[in-house]
């Protein structure tokens, strides 16, 4: 697997800074099939972010027992009920969100779908978030993710992602 090391650093310019940033790391992952077909999760939330459904990428919180590689493939699994396997490290986001004093490093890969199950949520990511999954065409999560920059949570997670999502459709058109 070779690396691509692609970094991209962003502020939060939706709120205000109140306190000192917690460091999180993140596995992050573009999900792709055999006919090029990417996987995302839809979320829905109304909490201190406001409220809206946004596009955004499989993943979370990198645990203790865990590296990075180990925690994408997990947090795919859950999400999005596909078991994948590792084509390249894309790169670093680093971004914050100062809602809740957070400075996320968020570590992205790209993934081949192998096999597709059922989703693993937890309480909380189907109540609350109502997580679903979509297989979106390239064209058409690009169109997603620019609607919803009309609300501050939908820029941040564009302004993460989108660039992301270039970089992995890039690589995928030269590795045909």
């Not at 986001?93 to 809602?99: F, G, K, N, P």
């Not at 999954?133 to 989108?162: F, H, I, P």
Request: proline letters at 1%; aromatic letters at 10%.
């Amino acid at each position: 697997m070779k690396d691509l090391h692609f970094y991209l650093e962003l502020e939060d310019k939706e709120w205000k800074r109140i306190g000192e940033q917690k460091v999180r790391h993140c596995a992050r992952a573009i999900v792709v099939d055999e006919q090029n077909r990417f996987y995302f999760v839809q979320i829905t939330r109304d909490d201190l972010f406001g409220q809206g459904t946004y596009i955004e990428t499989a993943g979370g919180g990198i645990e203790e027992s865990e590296n990075a590689e180990e925690a994408v493939l997990r947090e795919v699994k859950e999400e999005l009920g596909i078991e994948s396997e590792l084509l390249c490290k894309i790169g670093i986001v680093s971004d914050y969100y100062h809602a809740v004093n957070r400075h996320n490093m968020n570590h992205y890969y790209l993934c081949k779908m192998k096999n597709r199950g059922e989703q693993e949520l937890l309480d909380y990511e189907k109540n609350d978030f109502q997580m679903k999954v979509l297989m979106l065409g390239y064209e058409e999560a690009v169109k997603l993710y620019e609607s919803q920059t009309d609300k501050k949570l939908g820029r941040l997670l564009t302004n993460r992602e989108l660039p992301i999502l270039k970089v992995a459709k890039q690589w995928i058109d030269e590795h045909k």
